[in-house]
DNA sequence: TTGAAAGCGCTAACAT
DNA sequence: ATGTTAGCGCTTTCAA
């Protein structure tokens, strides 16, 4: 139970405790037939350098935080599978932290996550206001990358998707396929991602002279049951319209199977599309037409941005704002596009 | 940038560090003068305590680490939840690591939590032998709990669910639904929760004569695609059973899915069951019946476990085996009860 | 009640 | 190429 130290090590080995630092380290002149000798005792004694130790001298952690808004959003999952691959690269490690969607709880989490000396924060905040405080503190202390979501009127680096343009191809698909009017479901604009999603969809839909009821904006969360209680909604008050757009595909499964239950055929009489292209978009009968995020790439870009934040260290450049471009993935639960039609 | 040191809080304060350290962890006698002194001083200067410097000195970090096979499966997230939720009463924070279902990724992050000095581990092993090393190693030398699986002849602390228990609910339920046929689709054996939940579906297969043909116990792994897989199998070698219980959620999600797409209804003409109650269990079509697992108290237990680990330290008392007891969760994928059958 | 000082395990000057 | 030593920021004896 008793922990190996450096100094038993250098005991065991017959030299000093730097020059074992120096060969566990790999850093400075070691001969040969030392480095044998210490590893050798190391390795016999079982030794485990103490990355506390270590980190308290270097003031280097090796070991970036992230903090998402939900863990069980499987969005959110994927990205951080896709993060920490592309920190393992770096020999970096990942320390993941879920908000619960409360920003009370994410200052509570940046926090810690600053006080364990972390080299970097990689998070997605989970209000597109609240968040703010926090997130900009955190941002003056040590080198912060925002993901997919962002807070307003922070100066940070950013990384995710055009959503704008994403809309666009969405309702262009959907105009294709015959939709006329359209109905909107997201999340209350309290952040980024769902308003930018909405002004993209909003915008596109006027271009193509799409309706858009008023109250066929429908705002709650990002869940699966909010989902369902929208589809219900716009039923009771007056029936469903030519397509139901979606901020994230969890509404979207919500929405399609209320439409099912209530007895309307997708993609016949209600075309529906969600956001993120989660695994189980693929999975709902039937499959969803959704956007896909290049995870992979985001993760990529916010990692570099991480490092060269890290290095350049005293003087802040400007900041980079990535924004890639989604593809939309067609699949059942929009009609076939039939010869598109000639657009602007 | 530069952080604020408790030394920095002295000098303000005019007392020693010795006396700030006091008031900060608000350990031995303070006049409440100097206190107030102190505080004022702390928050004047934006203190935040430096973890690593506490950690290193105190040996105790108040960070629990945890491994998990895969964090892209909901049923894991959610227990994640619920085991950060637990710690959370306690003043202790969640490192959370994913093993990408493989023993050495696994070893690594868990010689890397050591490495830490975290107080103590949970972990799900990826693999039921090869995981039996690293496990034990870190076992020896620190707090370890495993949850849900656990690893082939080790000693150490666990909690799960009684898994032959629940499944002989689940063969009771589709017996009753009228089935005397049936296949078992799971993971290879490589963990114990497979292996649990066949030897008790088995078990209680026989007792109540369904046939269960030895070409139609398949094993893959724990995901939709071998779920589709397997189906597509069984029907080029011969045809369906009455009933398809699948060893998670995930396996029958892609089973129930495959079904369908063959033209085979559920559950008419083949009862489908899975085994977690992850969320996106009751979303398809049909809604899937499964076995309910009670993550919060598992979490719960677990973590006090840890802390009992934690406090006894020297002396390693004999280890707990906790099971709980899951329920049956019964959806649409499963025929209605008809008066049970009397069984004994 | 408060302060001085040692030391947790490690690394990086500096010295040899 | 290797050793000596100071010190990262904190807590905790021990003295006063």
């Known amino acids: 139970?008793?922990?190996?130290?450096?100094?038993?090590?250098?005991?065991?080995?017959?030299?000093?405790?730097?020059?074992?630092?120096?060969?566990?380290?790999?850093?400075?002149?070691?001969?040969?037939?030392?480095?044998?000798k210490v590893r050798r005792a190391a390795d016999d004694l079982g030794y485990q350098v103490n990355v506390i130790a270590r980190a308290l001298r270097n003031s280097r952690t090796d070991t970036v935080g992230m903090v998402v808004p939900s863990i069980t959003n499987p969005f959110f999952t994927s990205l951080v599978e896709s993060v920490e691959h592309a920190l393992g690269k770096e020999g970096k490690e990942l320390f993941l932290c879920d908000a619960r969607s409360d920003p009370q709880i994410e200052a509570r989490r940046l926090a810690s996550l600053a006080a364990r000396n972390v080299d970097g924060?990689?998070?997605?905040?989970?209000?597109?206001?609240?968040?703010?405080?926090?997130?900009?503190?955190?941002?003056?202390?040590?080198?912060?990358?925002?993901?997919?979501?962002?807070?307003?009127?922070?100066?940070?680096?950013w990384v995710g998707v055009d959503d704008v343009a994403a809309m666009r191809q969405v309702v262009d698909h959907l105009h294709d396929g015959g939709a006329r009017s359209a109905?909107?479901?997201?999340s209350l604009m309290t952040h980024s991602s769902t308003e930018q999603r909405f002004a993209g969809f909003r915008r596109r839909a006027e271009e193509l002279n799409i309706e858009?009821?008023?109250?066929?904006?429908?705002?709650?969360?990002?869940?699966?049951?909010?989902?369902?209680?929208?589809?219900?909604?716009?039923?009771?008050?007056?029936?469903?319209?030519d397509a139901l757009v979606c901020a994230d595909d969890l509404i979207a499964l919500g929405v399609t199977r209320a439409c099912r239950a209530h007895g309307f055929a997708?993609?016949?009489?209600?075309?529906?599309?969600?956001?993120?292209?989660?695994?189980?978009?693929?999975l709902t009968e039937p499959a969803l037409t959704t956007v896909h995020q290049p995870r992979d790439r985001i993760a990529a870009e916010a990692v570099r941005l991480l490092a060269a934040?890290?290095?350049?260290?005293?003087?802040?450049?400007?900041?980079?704002?990535?924004?890639?471009?989604?593809?939309?993935?067609?699949?059942?639960?929009?009609?076939?596009?039939q010869a598109p039609s000639d657009r602007i």
């Not at 703010?132 to 807070?151: E, G, I, K, Y």
């Not at 109905?183 to 997201?186: K, S, T």
């Not at 989902?227 to 029936?239: D, H, M, N, P, W």
């Open 121 to 157: 924060i990689i998070v997605s905040p989970s209000h597109g206001v609240d968040s703010r405080p926090a997130v900009q503190q955190t941002a003056d202390r040590l080198p912060l990358v925002q993901l997919d979501r962002f807070v307003d009127g922070t100066t940070t680096d």
């Open 309 to 337: 934040a890290g290095a350049k260290d005293a003087e802040r450049g400007p900041h980079a704002h990535i924004s890639l471009v989604p593809t939309l993935v067609v699949r059942d639960s929009t009609r076939a596009t």
């Open 183 to 186: 109905a909107f479901i997201g």
């Open 266 to 282: 997708v993609p016949r009489q209600v075309q529906v599309t969600g956001y993120d292209d989660i695994e189980f978009s693929r």
């Open 212 to 241: 858009v009821k008023p109250d066929q904006v429908l705002l709650g969360d990002y869940s699966v049951e909010w989902g369902e209680a929208a589809v219900a909604r716009l039923i009771a008050e007056g029936g469903l319209p």
């Open 1 to 36: 139970m008793q922990r190996v130290t450096i100094a038993q090590v250098a005991e065991r080995a017959g030299v000093s405790t730097a020059t074992v630092s120096r060969v566990l380290s790999r850093r400075g002149q070691v001969s040969a037939a030392v480095e044998r």
